[in-house]
């Protein structure tokens, strides 16, 4: 039973472009959640979601971030025109069916912002 | 809002003692977990504590929780230089994580 999946693992974007990061939860997982880490911190949680719904996004930030989670394919979380501030590494965690259940977290994409 | 403190936030110690890293938090929650983090690492799940008085070990780790305090303990006991890393709690069903203790353990 493969982890969690998250790819890139690195991504090195300049300021104004799209960056795309790519979640695949555990097998029979249906909860995803994303995690930003900034360097020398704890995580912060962006947002939670389940197929094609988003559940929380309490933690997003209010502009340029956008997540999905379709019926088919990975979780994506894109942020629009990034700035230096969002280098940071960004976390996918899933849990099984209960929600909010015990999470299981991918490798991360560190995301680097020139 | 539920906010999560945890001390310390550095901890140097020797190998063969023993220290324990506390974890606050401020609302109710009935579920607590710690994680440990290597650097460049993803995260590691320890322990799942689930109820007022759990307590659980793994190896020279033991967590227990005391929802009544809104407290966990994370105790390492005659730590070695493996258990360096960083270790977060995190609580609730928001998952809400503090802002780790960053362990060293020397020689």
């Known amino acids: 039973n493969a982890g969690v999946m998250q790819n890139p693992r690195h991504l090195v974007r300049r300021r104004g472009q799209e960056a795309r990061l790519r979640c695949s939860p555990m097998k029979g997982h249906s909860h995803v959640y994303w995690y930003r880490q900034l360097p020398e911190e704890g995580l912060k949680f962006m947002v939670y979601?389940?197929?094609?719904?988003?559940?929380?996004e309490s933690g997003m930030p209010k502009e340029r971030f956008s997540a999905e989670f379709p019926k088919e394919g990975p979780s994506i979380l894109r942020i629009q025109q990034v700035v230096r501030g969002d280098s940071a590494a960004y976390f996918c965690?899933?849990?099984?069916?209960?929600?909010?259940?015990?999470?299981?977290f991918g490798p991360g994409t560190r995301l680097t912002v020139t | 809002e539920l906010k999560v403190e945890q001390n310390p936030l550095f901890l140097s110690m020797q190998e063969g003692k023993n220290y324990t890293i506390y974890c606050n938090y401020s609302t109710t929650s009935d579920r607590l977990y710690w994680y440990r983090q290597d650097p460049g690492k993803s995260l590691e799940s320890l322990f799942v504590?689930?109820?007022?008085?759990a307590v659980k070990q793994e190896g020279r780790l033991m967590a227990s929780l005391d929802t009544k305090a809104r407290l966990s303990t994370l105790h390492i006991t005659a730590a070695v230089h493996d258990l360096s890393a960083t270790y977060f709690c995190a609580v609730g069903e928001d998952m809400r994580f503090g802002a780790g203790t960053r362990l060293t353990v020397k020689p």
């Open positions: 965690a899933s849990s099984p069916g209960t929600p909010r259940g015990r999470q299981y």
């Open positions: 504590l689930l109820s007022n008085g």
């Open positions: 979601l389940q197929k094609e719904n988003i559940i929380d």
